[in-house]
């Protein structure tokens, strides 16, 4: 496997890829960074992947072995939804981490991007019986749209991925129980701008929580009107943030672009 250091660097789009593959991987390479930024990575486990555009059953997604804050676009792979890398065979992948983010794109066309951390707000609060609660405004734009999947496990069976799939629905979250978090985004940018207001609810939770007192939890009625309110006409969030934090890696991390 090639190292990070060693790798080509190549700032414009490499010759014969089409422009569209490579906006792609410019996003998705920013959504590791920022991940790292958030310090959501777990050392060179989980994983963010991303549909291929125009190319039914190929993905993008980090070369097993490297940190998050090493990604950069030309080093993410293609891969087909077995794992199978498509081209540079001297890559590699994670064959078995890619097994939840193959059965949520096979199931879920919309699921441009699929985002699965192991990040320790998401874990802690999947770890509690009653999972995310309404406590916050960041919460309620989940409210009554998260899905749960008890734990089975390291391995993922066929038998899993069909009941992960189930609980997850339409929804566009998933808390997997004493494991992590997962994201189904119809973007890149939307996919990371949901797992951050997931992560901060998380948080919200558990810090109030953490306080002892008697939480104070919205109506019903004022929960549901919050959702609405959040959800808008229900397009793909994250359009105006996207650009603001791209700039920002363009300060702090600018070779995610490579």
């Known amino acids: ?35 790292a930024l958030k310090n959501w990575d777990d050392l060179i486990y989980t994983h963010i992947s991303a549909m291929v555009p125009g190319e039914p059953g190929r993905y993008l997604i980090n070369p097993f072995g490297w940190r998050f804050d ?8 293609k891969i087909d939804i077995n794992g ?10 994670n064959v078995t981490g890619f097994a939840i983010h193959g059965a949520v794109h096979t199931a879920r066309p919309d699921a441009i991007c699929v985002m699965h951390l192991h990040n320790e707000n998401g874990v802690a609060v999947g770890m509690q019986k009653e999972g995310l609660l309404p406590l916050s405004q960041h919460a309620l734009r989940f409210y009554q749209q998260m899905g749960y999947h ?5 391995a993922l069976s066929a038998a899993e991925q069909s009941r992960l799939i189930a609980n997850l629905g339409s929804y ?3 808390l997997l129980r004493n494991h992590g978090t997962l994201i189904a985004g119809r973007t890149v940018a939307e996919a990371y701008t949901l797992m ?6 998380c948080s919200f939770q558990l810090k109030a929580q953490s306080g002892g007192g008697a939480l104070n939890v919205p109506s019903p009625e ?5 959702y609405k309110e959040l959800l808008g006409d229900g397009s793909p969030e994250g359009i105006l943030e996207w650009p603001a934090l791209l700039r920002k890696l363009d300060v702090v991390s600018p070779t995610y672009r490579d």
């Open 1 to 35: 496997m090639n190292s990070p250091a060693s790798k080509p660097i190549s700032a414009t789009m490499p010759p014969g890829m089409r422009a569209e593959e490579w906006q792609v991987r410019i996003d998705l390479a920013a959504c590791y960074r920022l991940a």
């Open 84 to 93: 199978n890398i498509i081209g540079d065979q001297s890559a590699r992948v």
């Open 150 to 154: 008890d734990y089975e496990g390291l």
């Open 172 to 174: 566009p979250a998933m």
């Open 196 to 201: 951050d207001t997931l992560d901060k609810a």
């Open 70 to 77: 090493e990604i950069t676009a030309s080093s993410l792979v």
């Open 222 to 226: 004022v929960c549901a009107k919050t």
